[in-house]
């Protein structure tokens, strides 16, 4: 692990503050135009990005259409509260790129889904939750057209195991020089991971905020729920019981209150899931992720493969096979993409 030194740190962070003033100054500017000089003083809301952690509260579902001065409309799928202040999730629907903005700084208004339905974002959701005969591997698990590269997935189901298979990212790490800065990863997470491996889940969100990995952060639940005793029709996210609402928002505060910013992605525990499932997380905006390549299954990767390894120590065998494949593929060969490029 490497820290920058505190000076550069606190340089970046002034960089970053200055370019967040100018941003305010300019959206103060186009509400003032507007004739609410009210809002543009609300509007020195705190960035959400300069919070310390801390409870996130009122996280709930919404779709709306936003406006930030400056910026193209934007999809709000949350609002919540943090330090007193109320912020949105807003999904850019062409990128797939989330984002959070404190609510005094947007205009928002109801959305009709028939509006959005010619978005990437809405073909992304129709694609991905394509009616399948099986229950297993749902999602996306391949490109959806001709890319010359991989789509990594880790995922870190909730585990007894002390450590994390931190190798795995140490070697993507170590290809950022030869590919400029930060390798992108697909991070499918659970919320009883996270409680269990802080240190790592910390060391995680430093590199991020570091550069030195691309993370796209995948929900994979809250308590990710599995019975070994039980056949998979009622296993999983589709056991008895089970509050999927809390699941996929459980996941979400729990990041918010990190800092961290959810993607557009969902990976359902075990890749299980029912008609109904796929029907509730669209309601959501999220995009379930399977894969083609679970590497520990023995399923070789081919270009456009969605790559599943798990990073929670559960599954060592998927990971020497991915740290053999990079090895093998280290020339250029081994170009790994955004997950939203998988659409
Ligand atoms: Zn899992």
């Not at 996130?56 to 930030?68: G, I, P």
């Not at 947007?106 to 229950?135: D, H, K, Y």
């Not at 928002?249 to 800092?259: A, C, I, S, V, W």
Request: with cysteine; glycine share 6%.
């Amino acid at each position: 692990m490497t820290t920058l030194p505190s000076s550069t740190a606190r340089a970046l962070a002034v960089q970053s503050r200055t370019v967040k003033l100018v941003l305010v100054v300019a959206s103060q500017l186009a509400f003032l135009s507007l004739g609410s000089a009210q809002a543009s003083t609300q509007c020195l809301a705190p960035a959400f990005e300069w919070l310390p952690r801390g409870p996130v509260t009122h996280l709930s579902r919404v779709f709306q259409a936003c406006r930030e001065a400056g910026e193209p409309t934007r999809l709000a799928t949350r609002t919540f509260e943090k330090g007193k202040q109320k912020y949105v999730h807003l999904v850019d629907p062409e990128s797939l790129e989330t984002t959070i903005v404190p609510a005094l700084c947007l205009q928002c208004e109801e959305a009709e889904q028939v509006a959005w339905g010619n978005t990437r974002l809405f073909r992304a959701l129709a694609l991905a939750t394509m009616p399948q005969r099986s229950l297993e591997n749902v999602g996306v698990r391949h490109a959806t057209r001709w890319v010359n590269g991989y789509f990594l997935t880790v995922d870190l189901c909730p585990s007894r195991k002390a450590g994390f298979d931190e190798e795995i990212f140490d070697a993507l790490e170590a290809l950022a020089p030869e590919r400029g800065p930060g390798v992108p990863v697909g991070v499918a997470v659970s919320g009883l991971w996270v409680r269990a491996h802080r240190a790592q889940f910390e060391w995680l969100v430093e590199q991020q905020r570091q550069q030195r990995l691309r993370i796209t952060w995948i929900n994979h639940t809250y308590s990710h729920p599995f019975d070994a005793r039980l056949p998979v029709g009622r296993n999983f996210l589709l056991e008895k019981g089970v509050n999927v609402d809390y699941e996929i928002l459980g996941l979400e505060k729990l990041l918010l209150e990190h800092g961290v910013v959810p993607s557009v992605f969902f990976r359902f525990p075990g890749l299980v899931a029912d008609r109904g499932l796929e029907d509730l997380l669209r309601s959501f905006l999220l995009i379930p992720v399977g894969s083609d390549a679970w590497l520990a299954k023995n399923e070789t990767p081919q270009l456009g493969s969605i790559i599943l390894i798990h990073g929670n120590e559960n599954e060592p065998a998927g990971v020497d096979d991915f740290l053999k494949w990079l090895d093998k593929h280290r020339g250029l060969d081994a170009n790994f993409l955004n997950i939203s490029d998988v659409f």
